[in-house]
């Protein structure tokens, strides 16, 4: 009872459980002007086999994608590809999905950023598809106090990083807490990815954090990014930008392994939690 409640309410973030439902999902946004990103939900896989498994589903989903002559990337999170089991072994996995990409029209192989402990494999491993595959990027967490640092080694790598704030509970030592600060030092990391020529992407829902982007692209106009947001997440705010000329892509998760994701985005909002417990409660 309790987790078909949950499942009910985790689809609000997620297209469904299917490929065929993240497709649709695509096919809806571009429909309205919005590109997509594909995500197969999986985090923390431990065995090989099912490993094996995500990488041909991610391969598939190219072939999906294709057929379907849908707009839309695809982004793969570490640990659903080895980096918990074995560094090199997840850098195999993450070349097969690259090169499958490229046969796919040279199509973009995004890499999701986890945790902490996560961090700097997950950078070197990023760099290793980059050498291999210029179409690729990496997300990059504004809440982490090591992030400028980052930046300053992967731009000049002509690194394509995705910002973002960062949603996982780390430890205060490696991040700041306070959204003020996190706020901040999202936009001094938006102006360092103005101030060169690689390909971004500013991926928040947050007025602040876009303002601050659209005021550099004044600035700036051959600036070359898009902006990024999540399924169910300020759906208007999305149109309303195309409208205003901007490239706005949706990133949309499906499959089954539903829970985590969903987790994250329940306590991104406090009348998220509300609303959950409030439907938990009534039955
Ligand atoms: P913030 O959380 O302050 O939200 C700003 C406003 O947006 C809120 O006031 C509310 O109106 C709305 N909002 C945000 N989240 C909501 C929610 N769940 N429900 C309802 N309203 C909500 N993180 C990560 O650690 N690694 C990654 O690889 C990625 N990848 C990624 C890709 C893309 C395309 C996006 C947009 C985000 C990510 N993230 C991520 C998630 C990111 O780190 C962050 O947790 C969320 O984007 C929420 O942060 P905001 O910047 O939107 O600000």
């Known amino acids: 009872m309790a987790s078909s409640l949950l499942l009910r309410f985790a689809r609000h973030w997620i297209a469904g459980e299917t490929a065929e439902s993240g497709i649709e999902r695509v096919k809806h946004e571009n429909s309205l002007g919005i590109l997509g990103i594909l995500n197969l939900l999986g985090e923390e896989i431990k065995s090989n086999d099912e490993v094996a498994k995500t990488v041909n ?12 002559k849908v707009k839309s990337q695809i982004s793969v999170k570490p640990t659903q590809v080895g980096l918990n089991s074995d560094f090199d072994y997840c850098v195999s ?9 490229m046969s796919h029209d040279n199509n973009w192989l995004w890499v999701d ?26 997300a990059i ?7 400028e640092e980052d930046l300053e080694r992967l731009l000049p790598k002509g690194a394509k990083v995705r910002l973002v704030k960062g949603a996982y509970n780390e430890p205060t030592d490696v991040v700041f807490r306070h959204k003020d600060e996190i706020k901040k030092n999202f936009a001094r990391l938006t102006d360092m990815l103005f101030a060169q020529q690689n390909f971004f992407a500013i991926a928040t829902h947050d007025d602040y954090c876009i303002n601050h982007a659209k005021d550099l692209k004044k600035r700036t106009p051959g600036a070359s990014f898009e902006f990024e947001m999540l399924l169910g997440v300020r759906d208007n705010l999305k149109a309303q930008m195309v409208s205003e000329g901007y490239q706005v892509r949706e990133y949309v998760p499906y499959g089954p392994e539903w829970l985590p994701y969903s987790m994250r985005r329940m306590r991104e909002k406090k009348s998220n939690i509300l609303l959950l417990g409030r439907s938990l409660f009534s039955g």
């Open 113 to 138: 950023m986890e945790n902490a402990p996560y961090t700097e494999q997950t950078i070197q491993l990023y760099l290793k598809v980059l050498e291999k595959y210029p179409n690729a990027g990496i």
């Open 141 to 147: 967490q504004a809440y982490m106090k090591r992030s």
């Open 93 to 101: 996995n993450y070349l097969e999905i690259a090169e499958s990409c």
């Open 57 to 68: 589903e991610y391969k598939k989903l190219l072939n999906m994608i294709s057929d379907a």
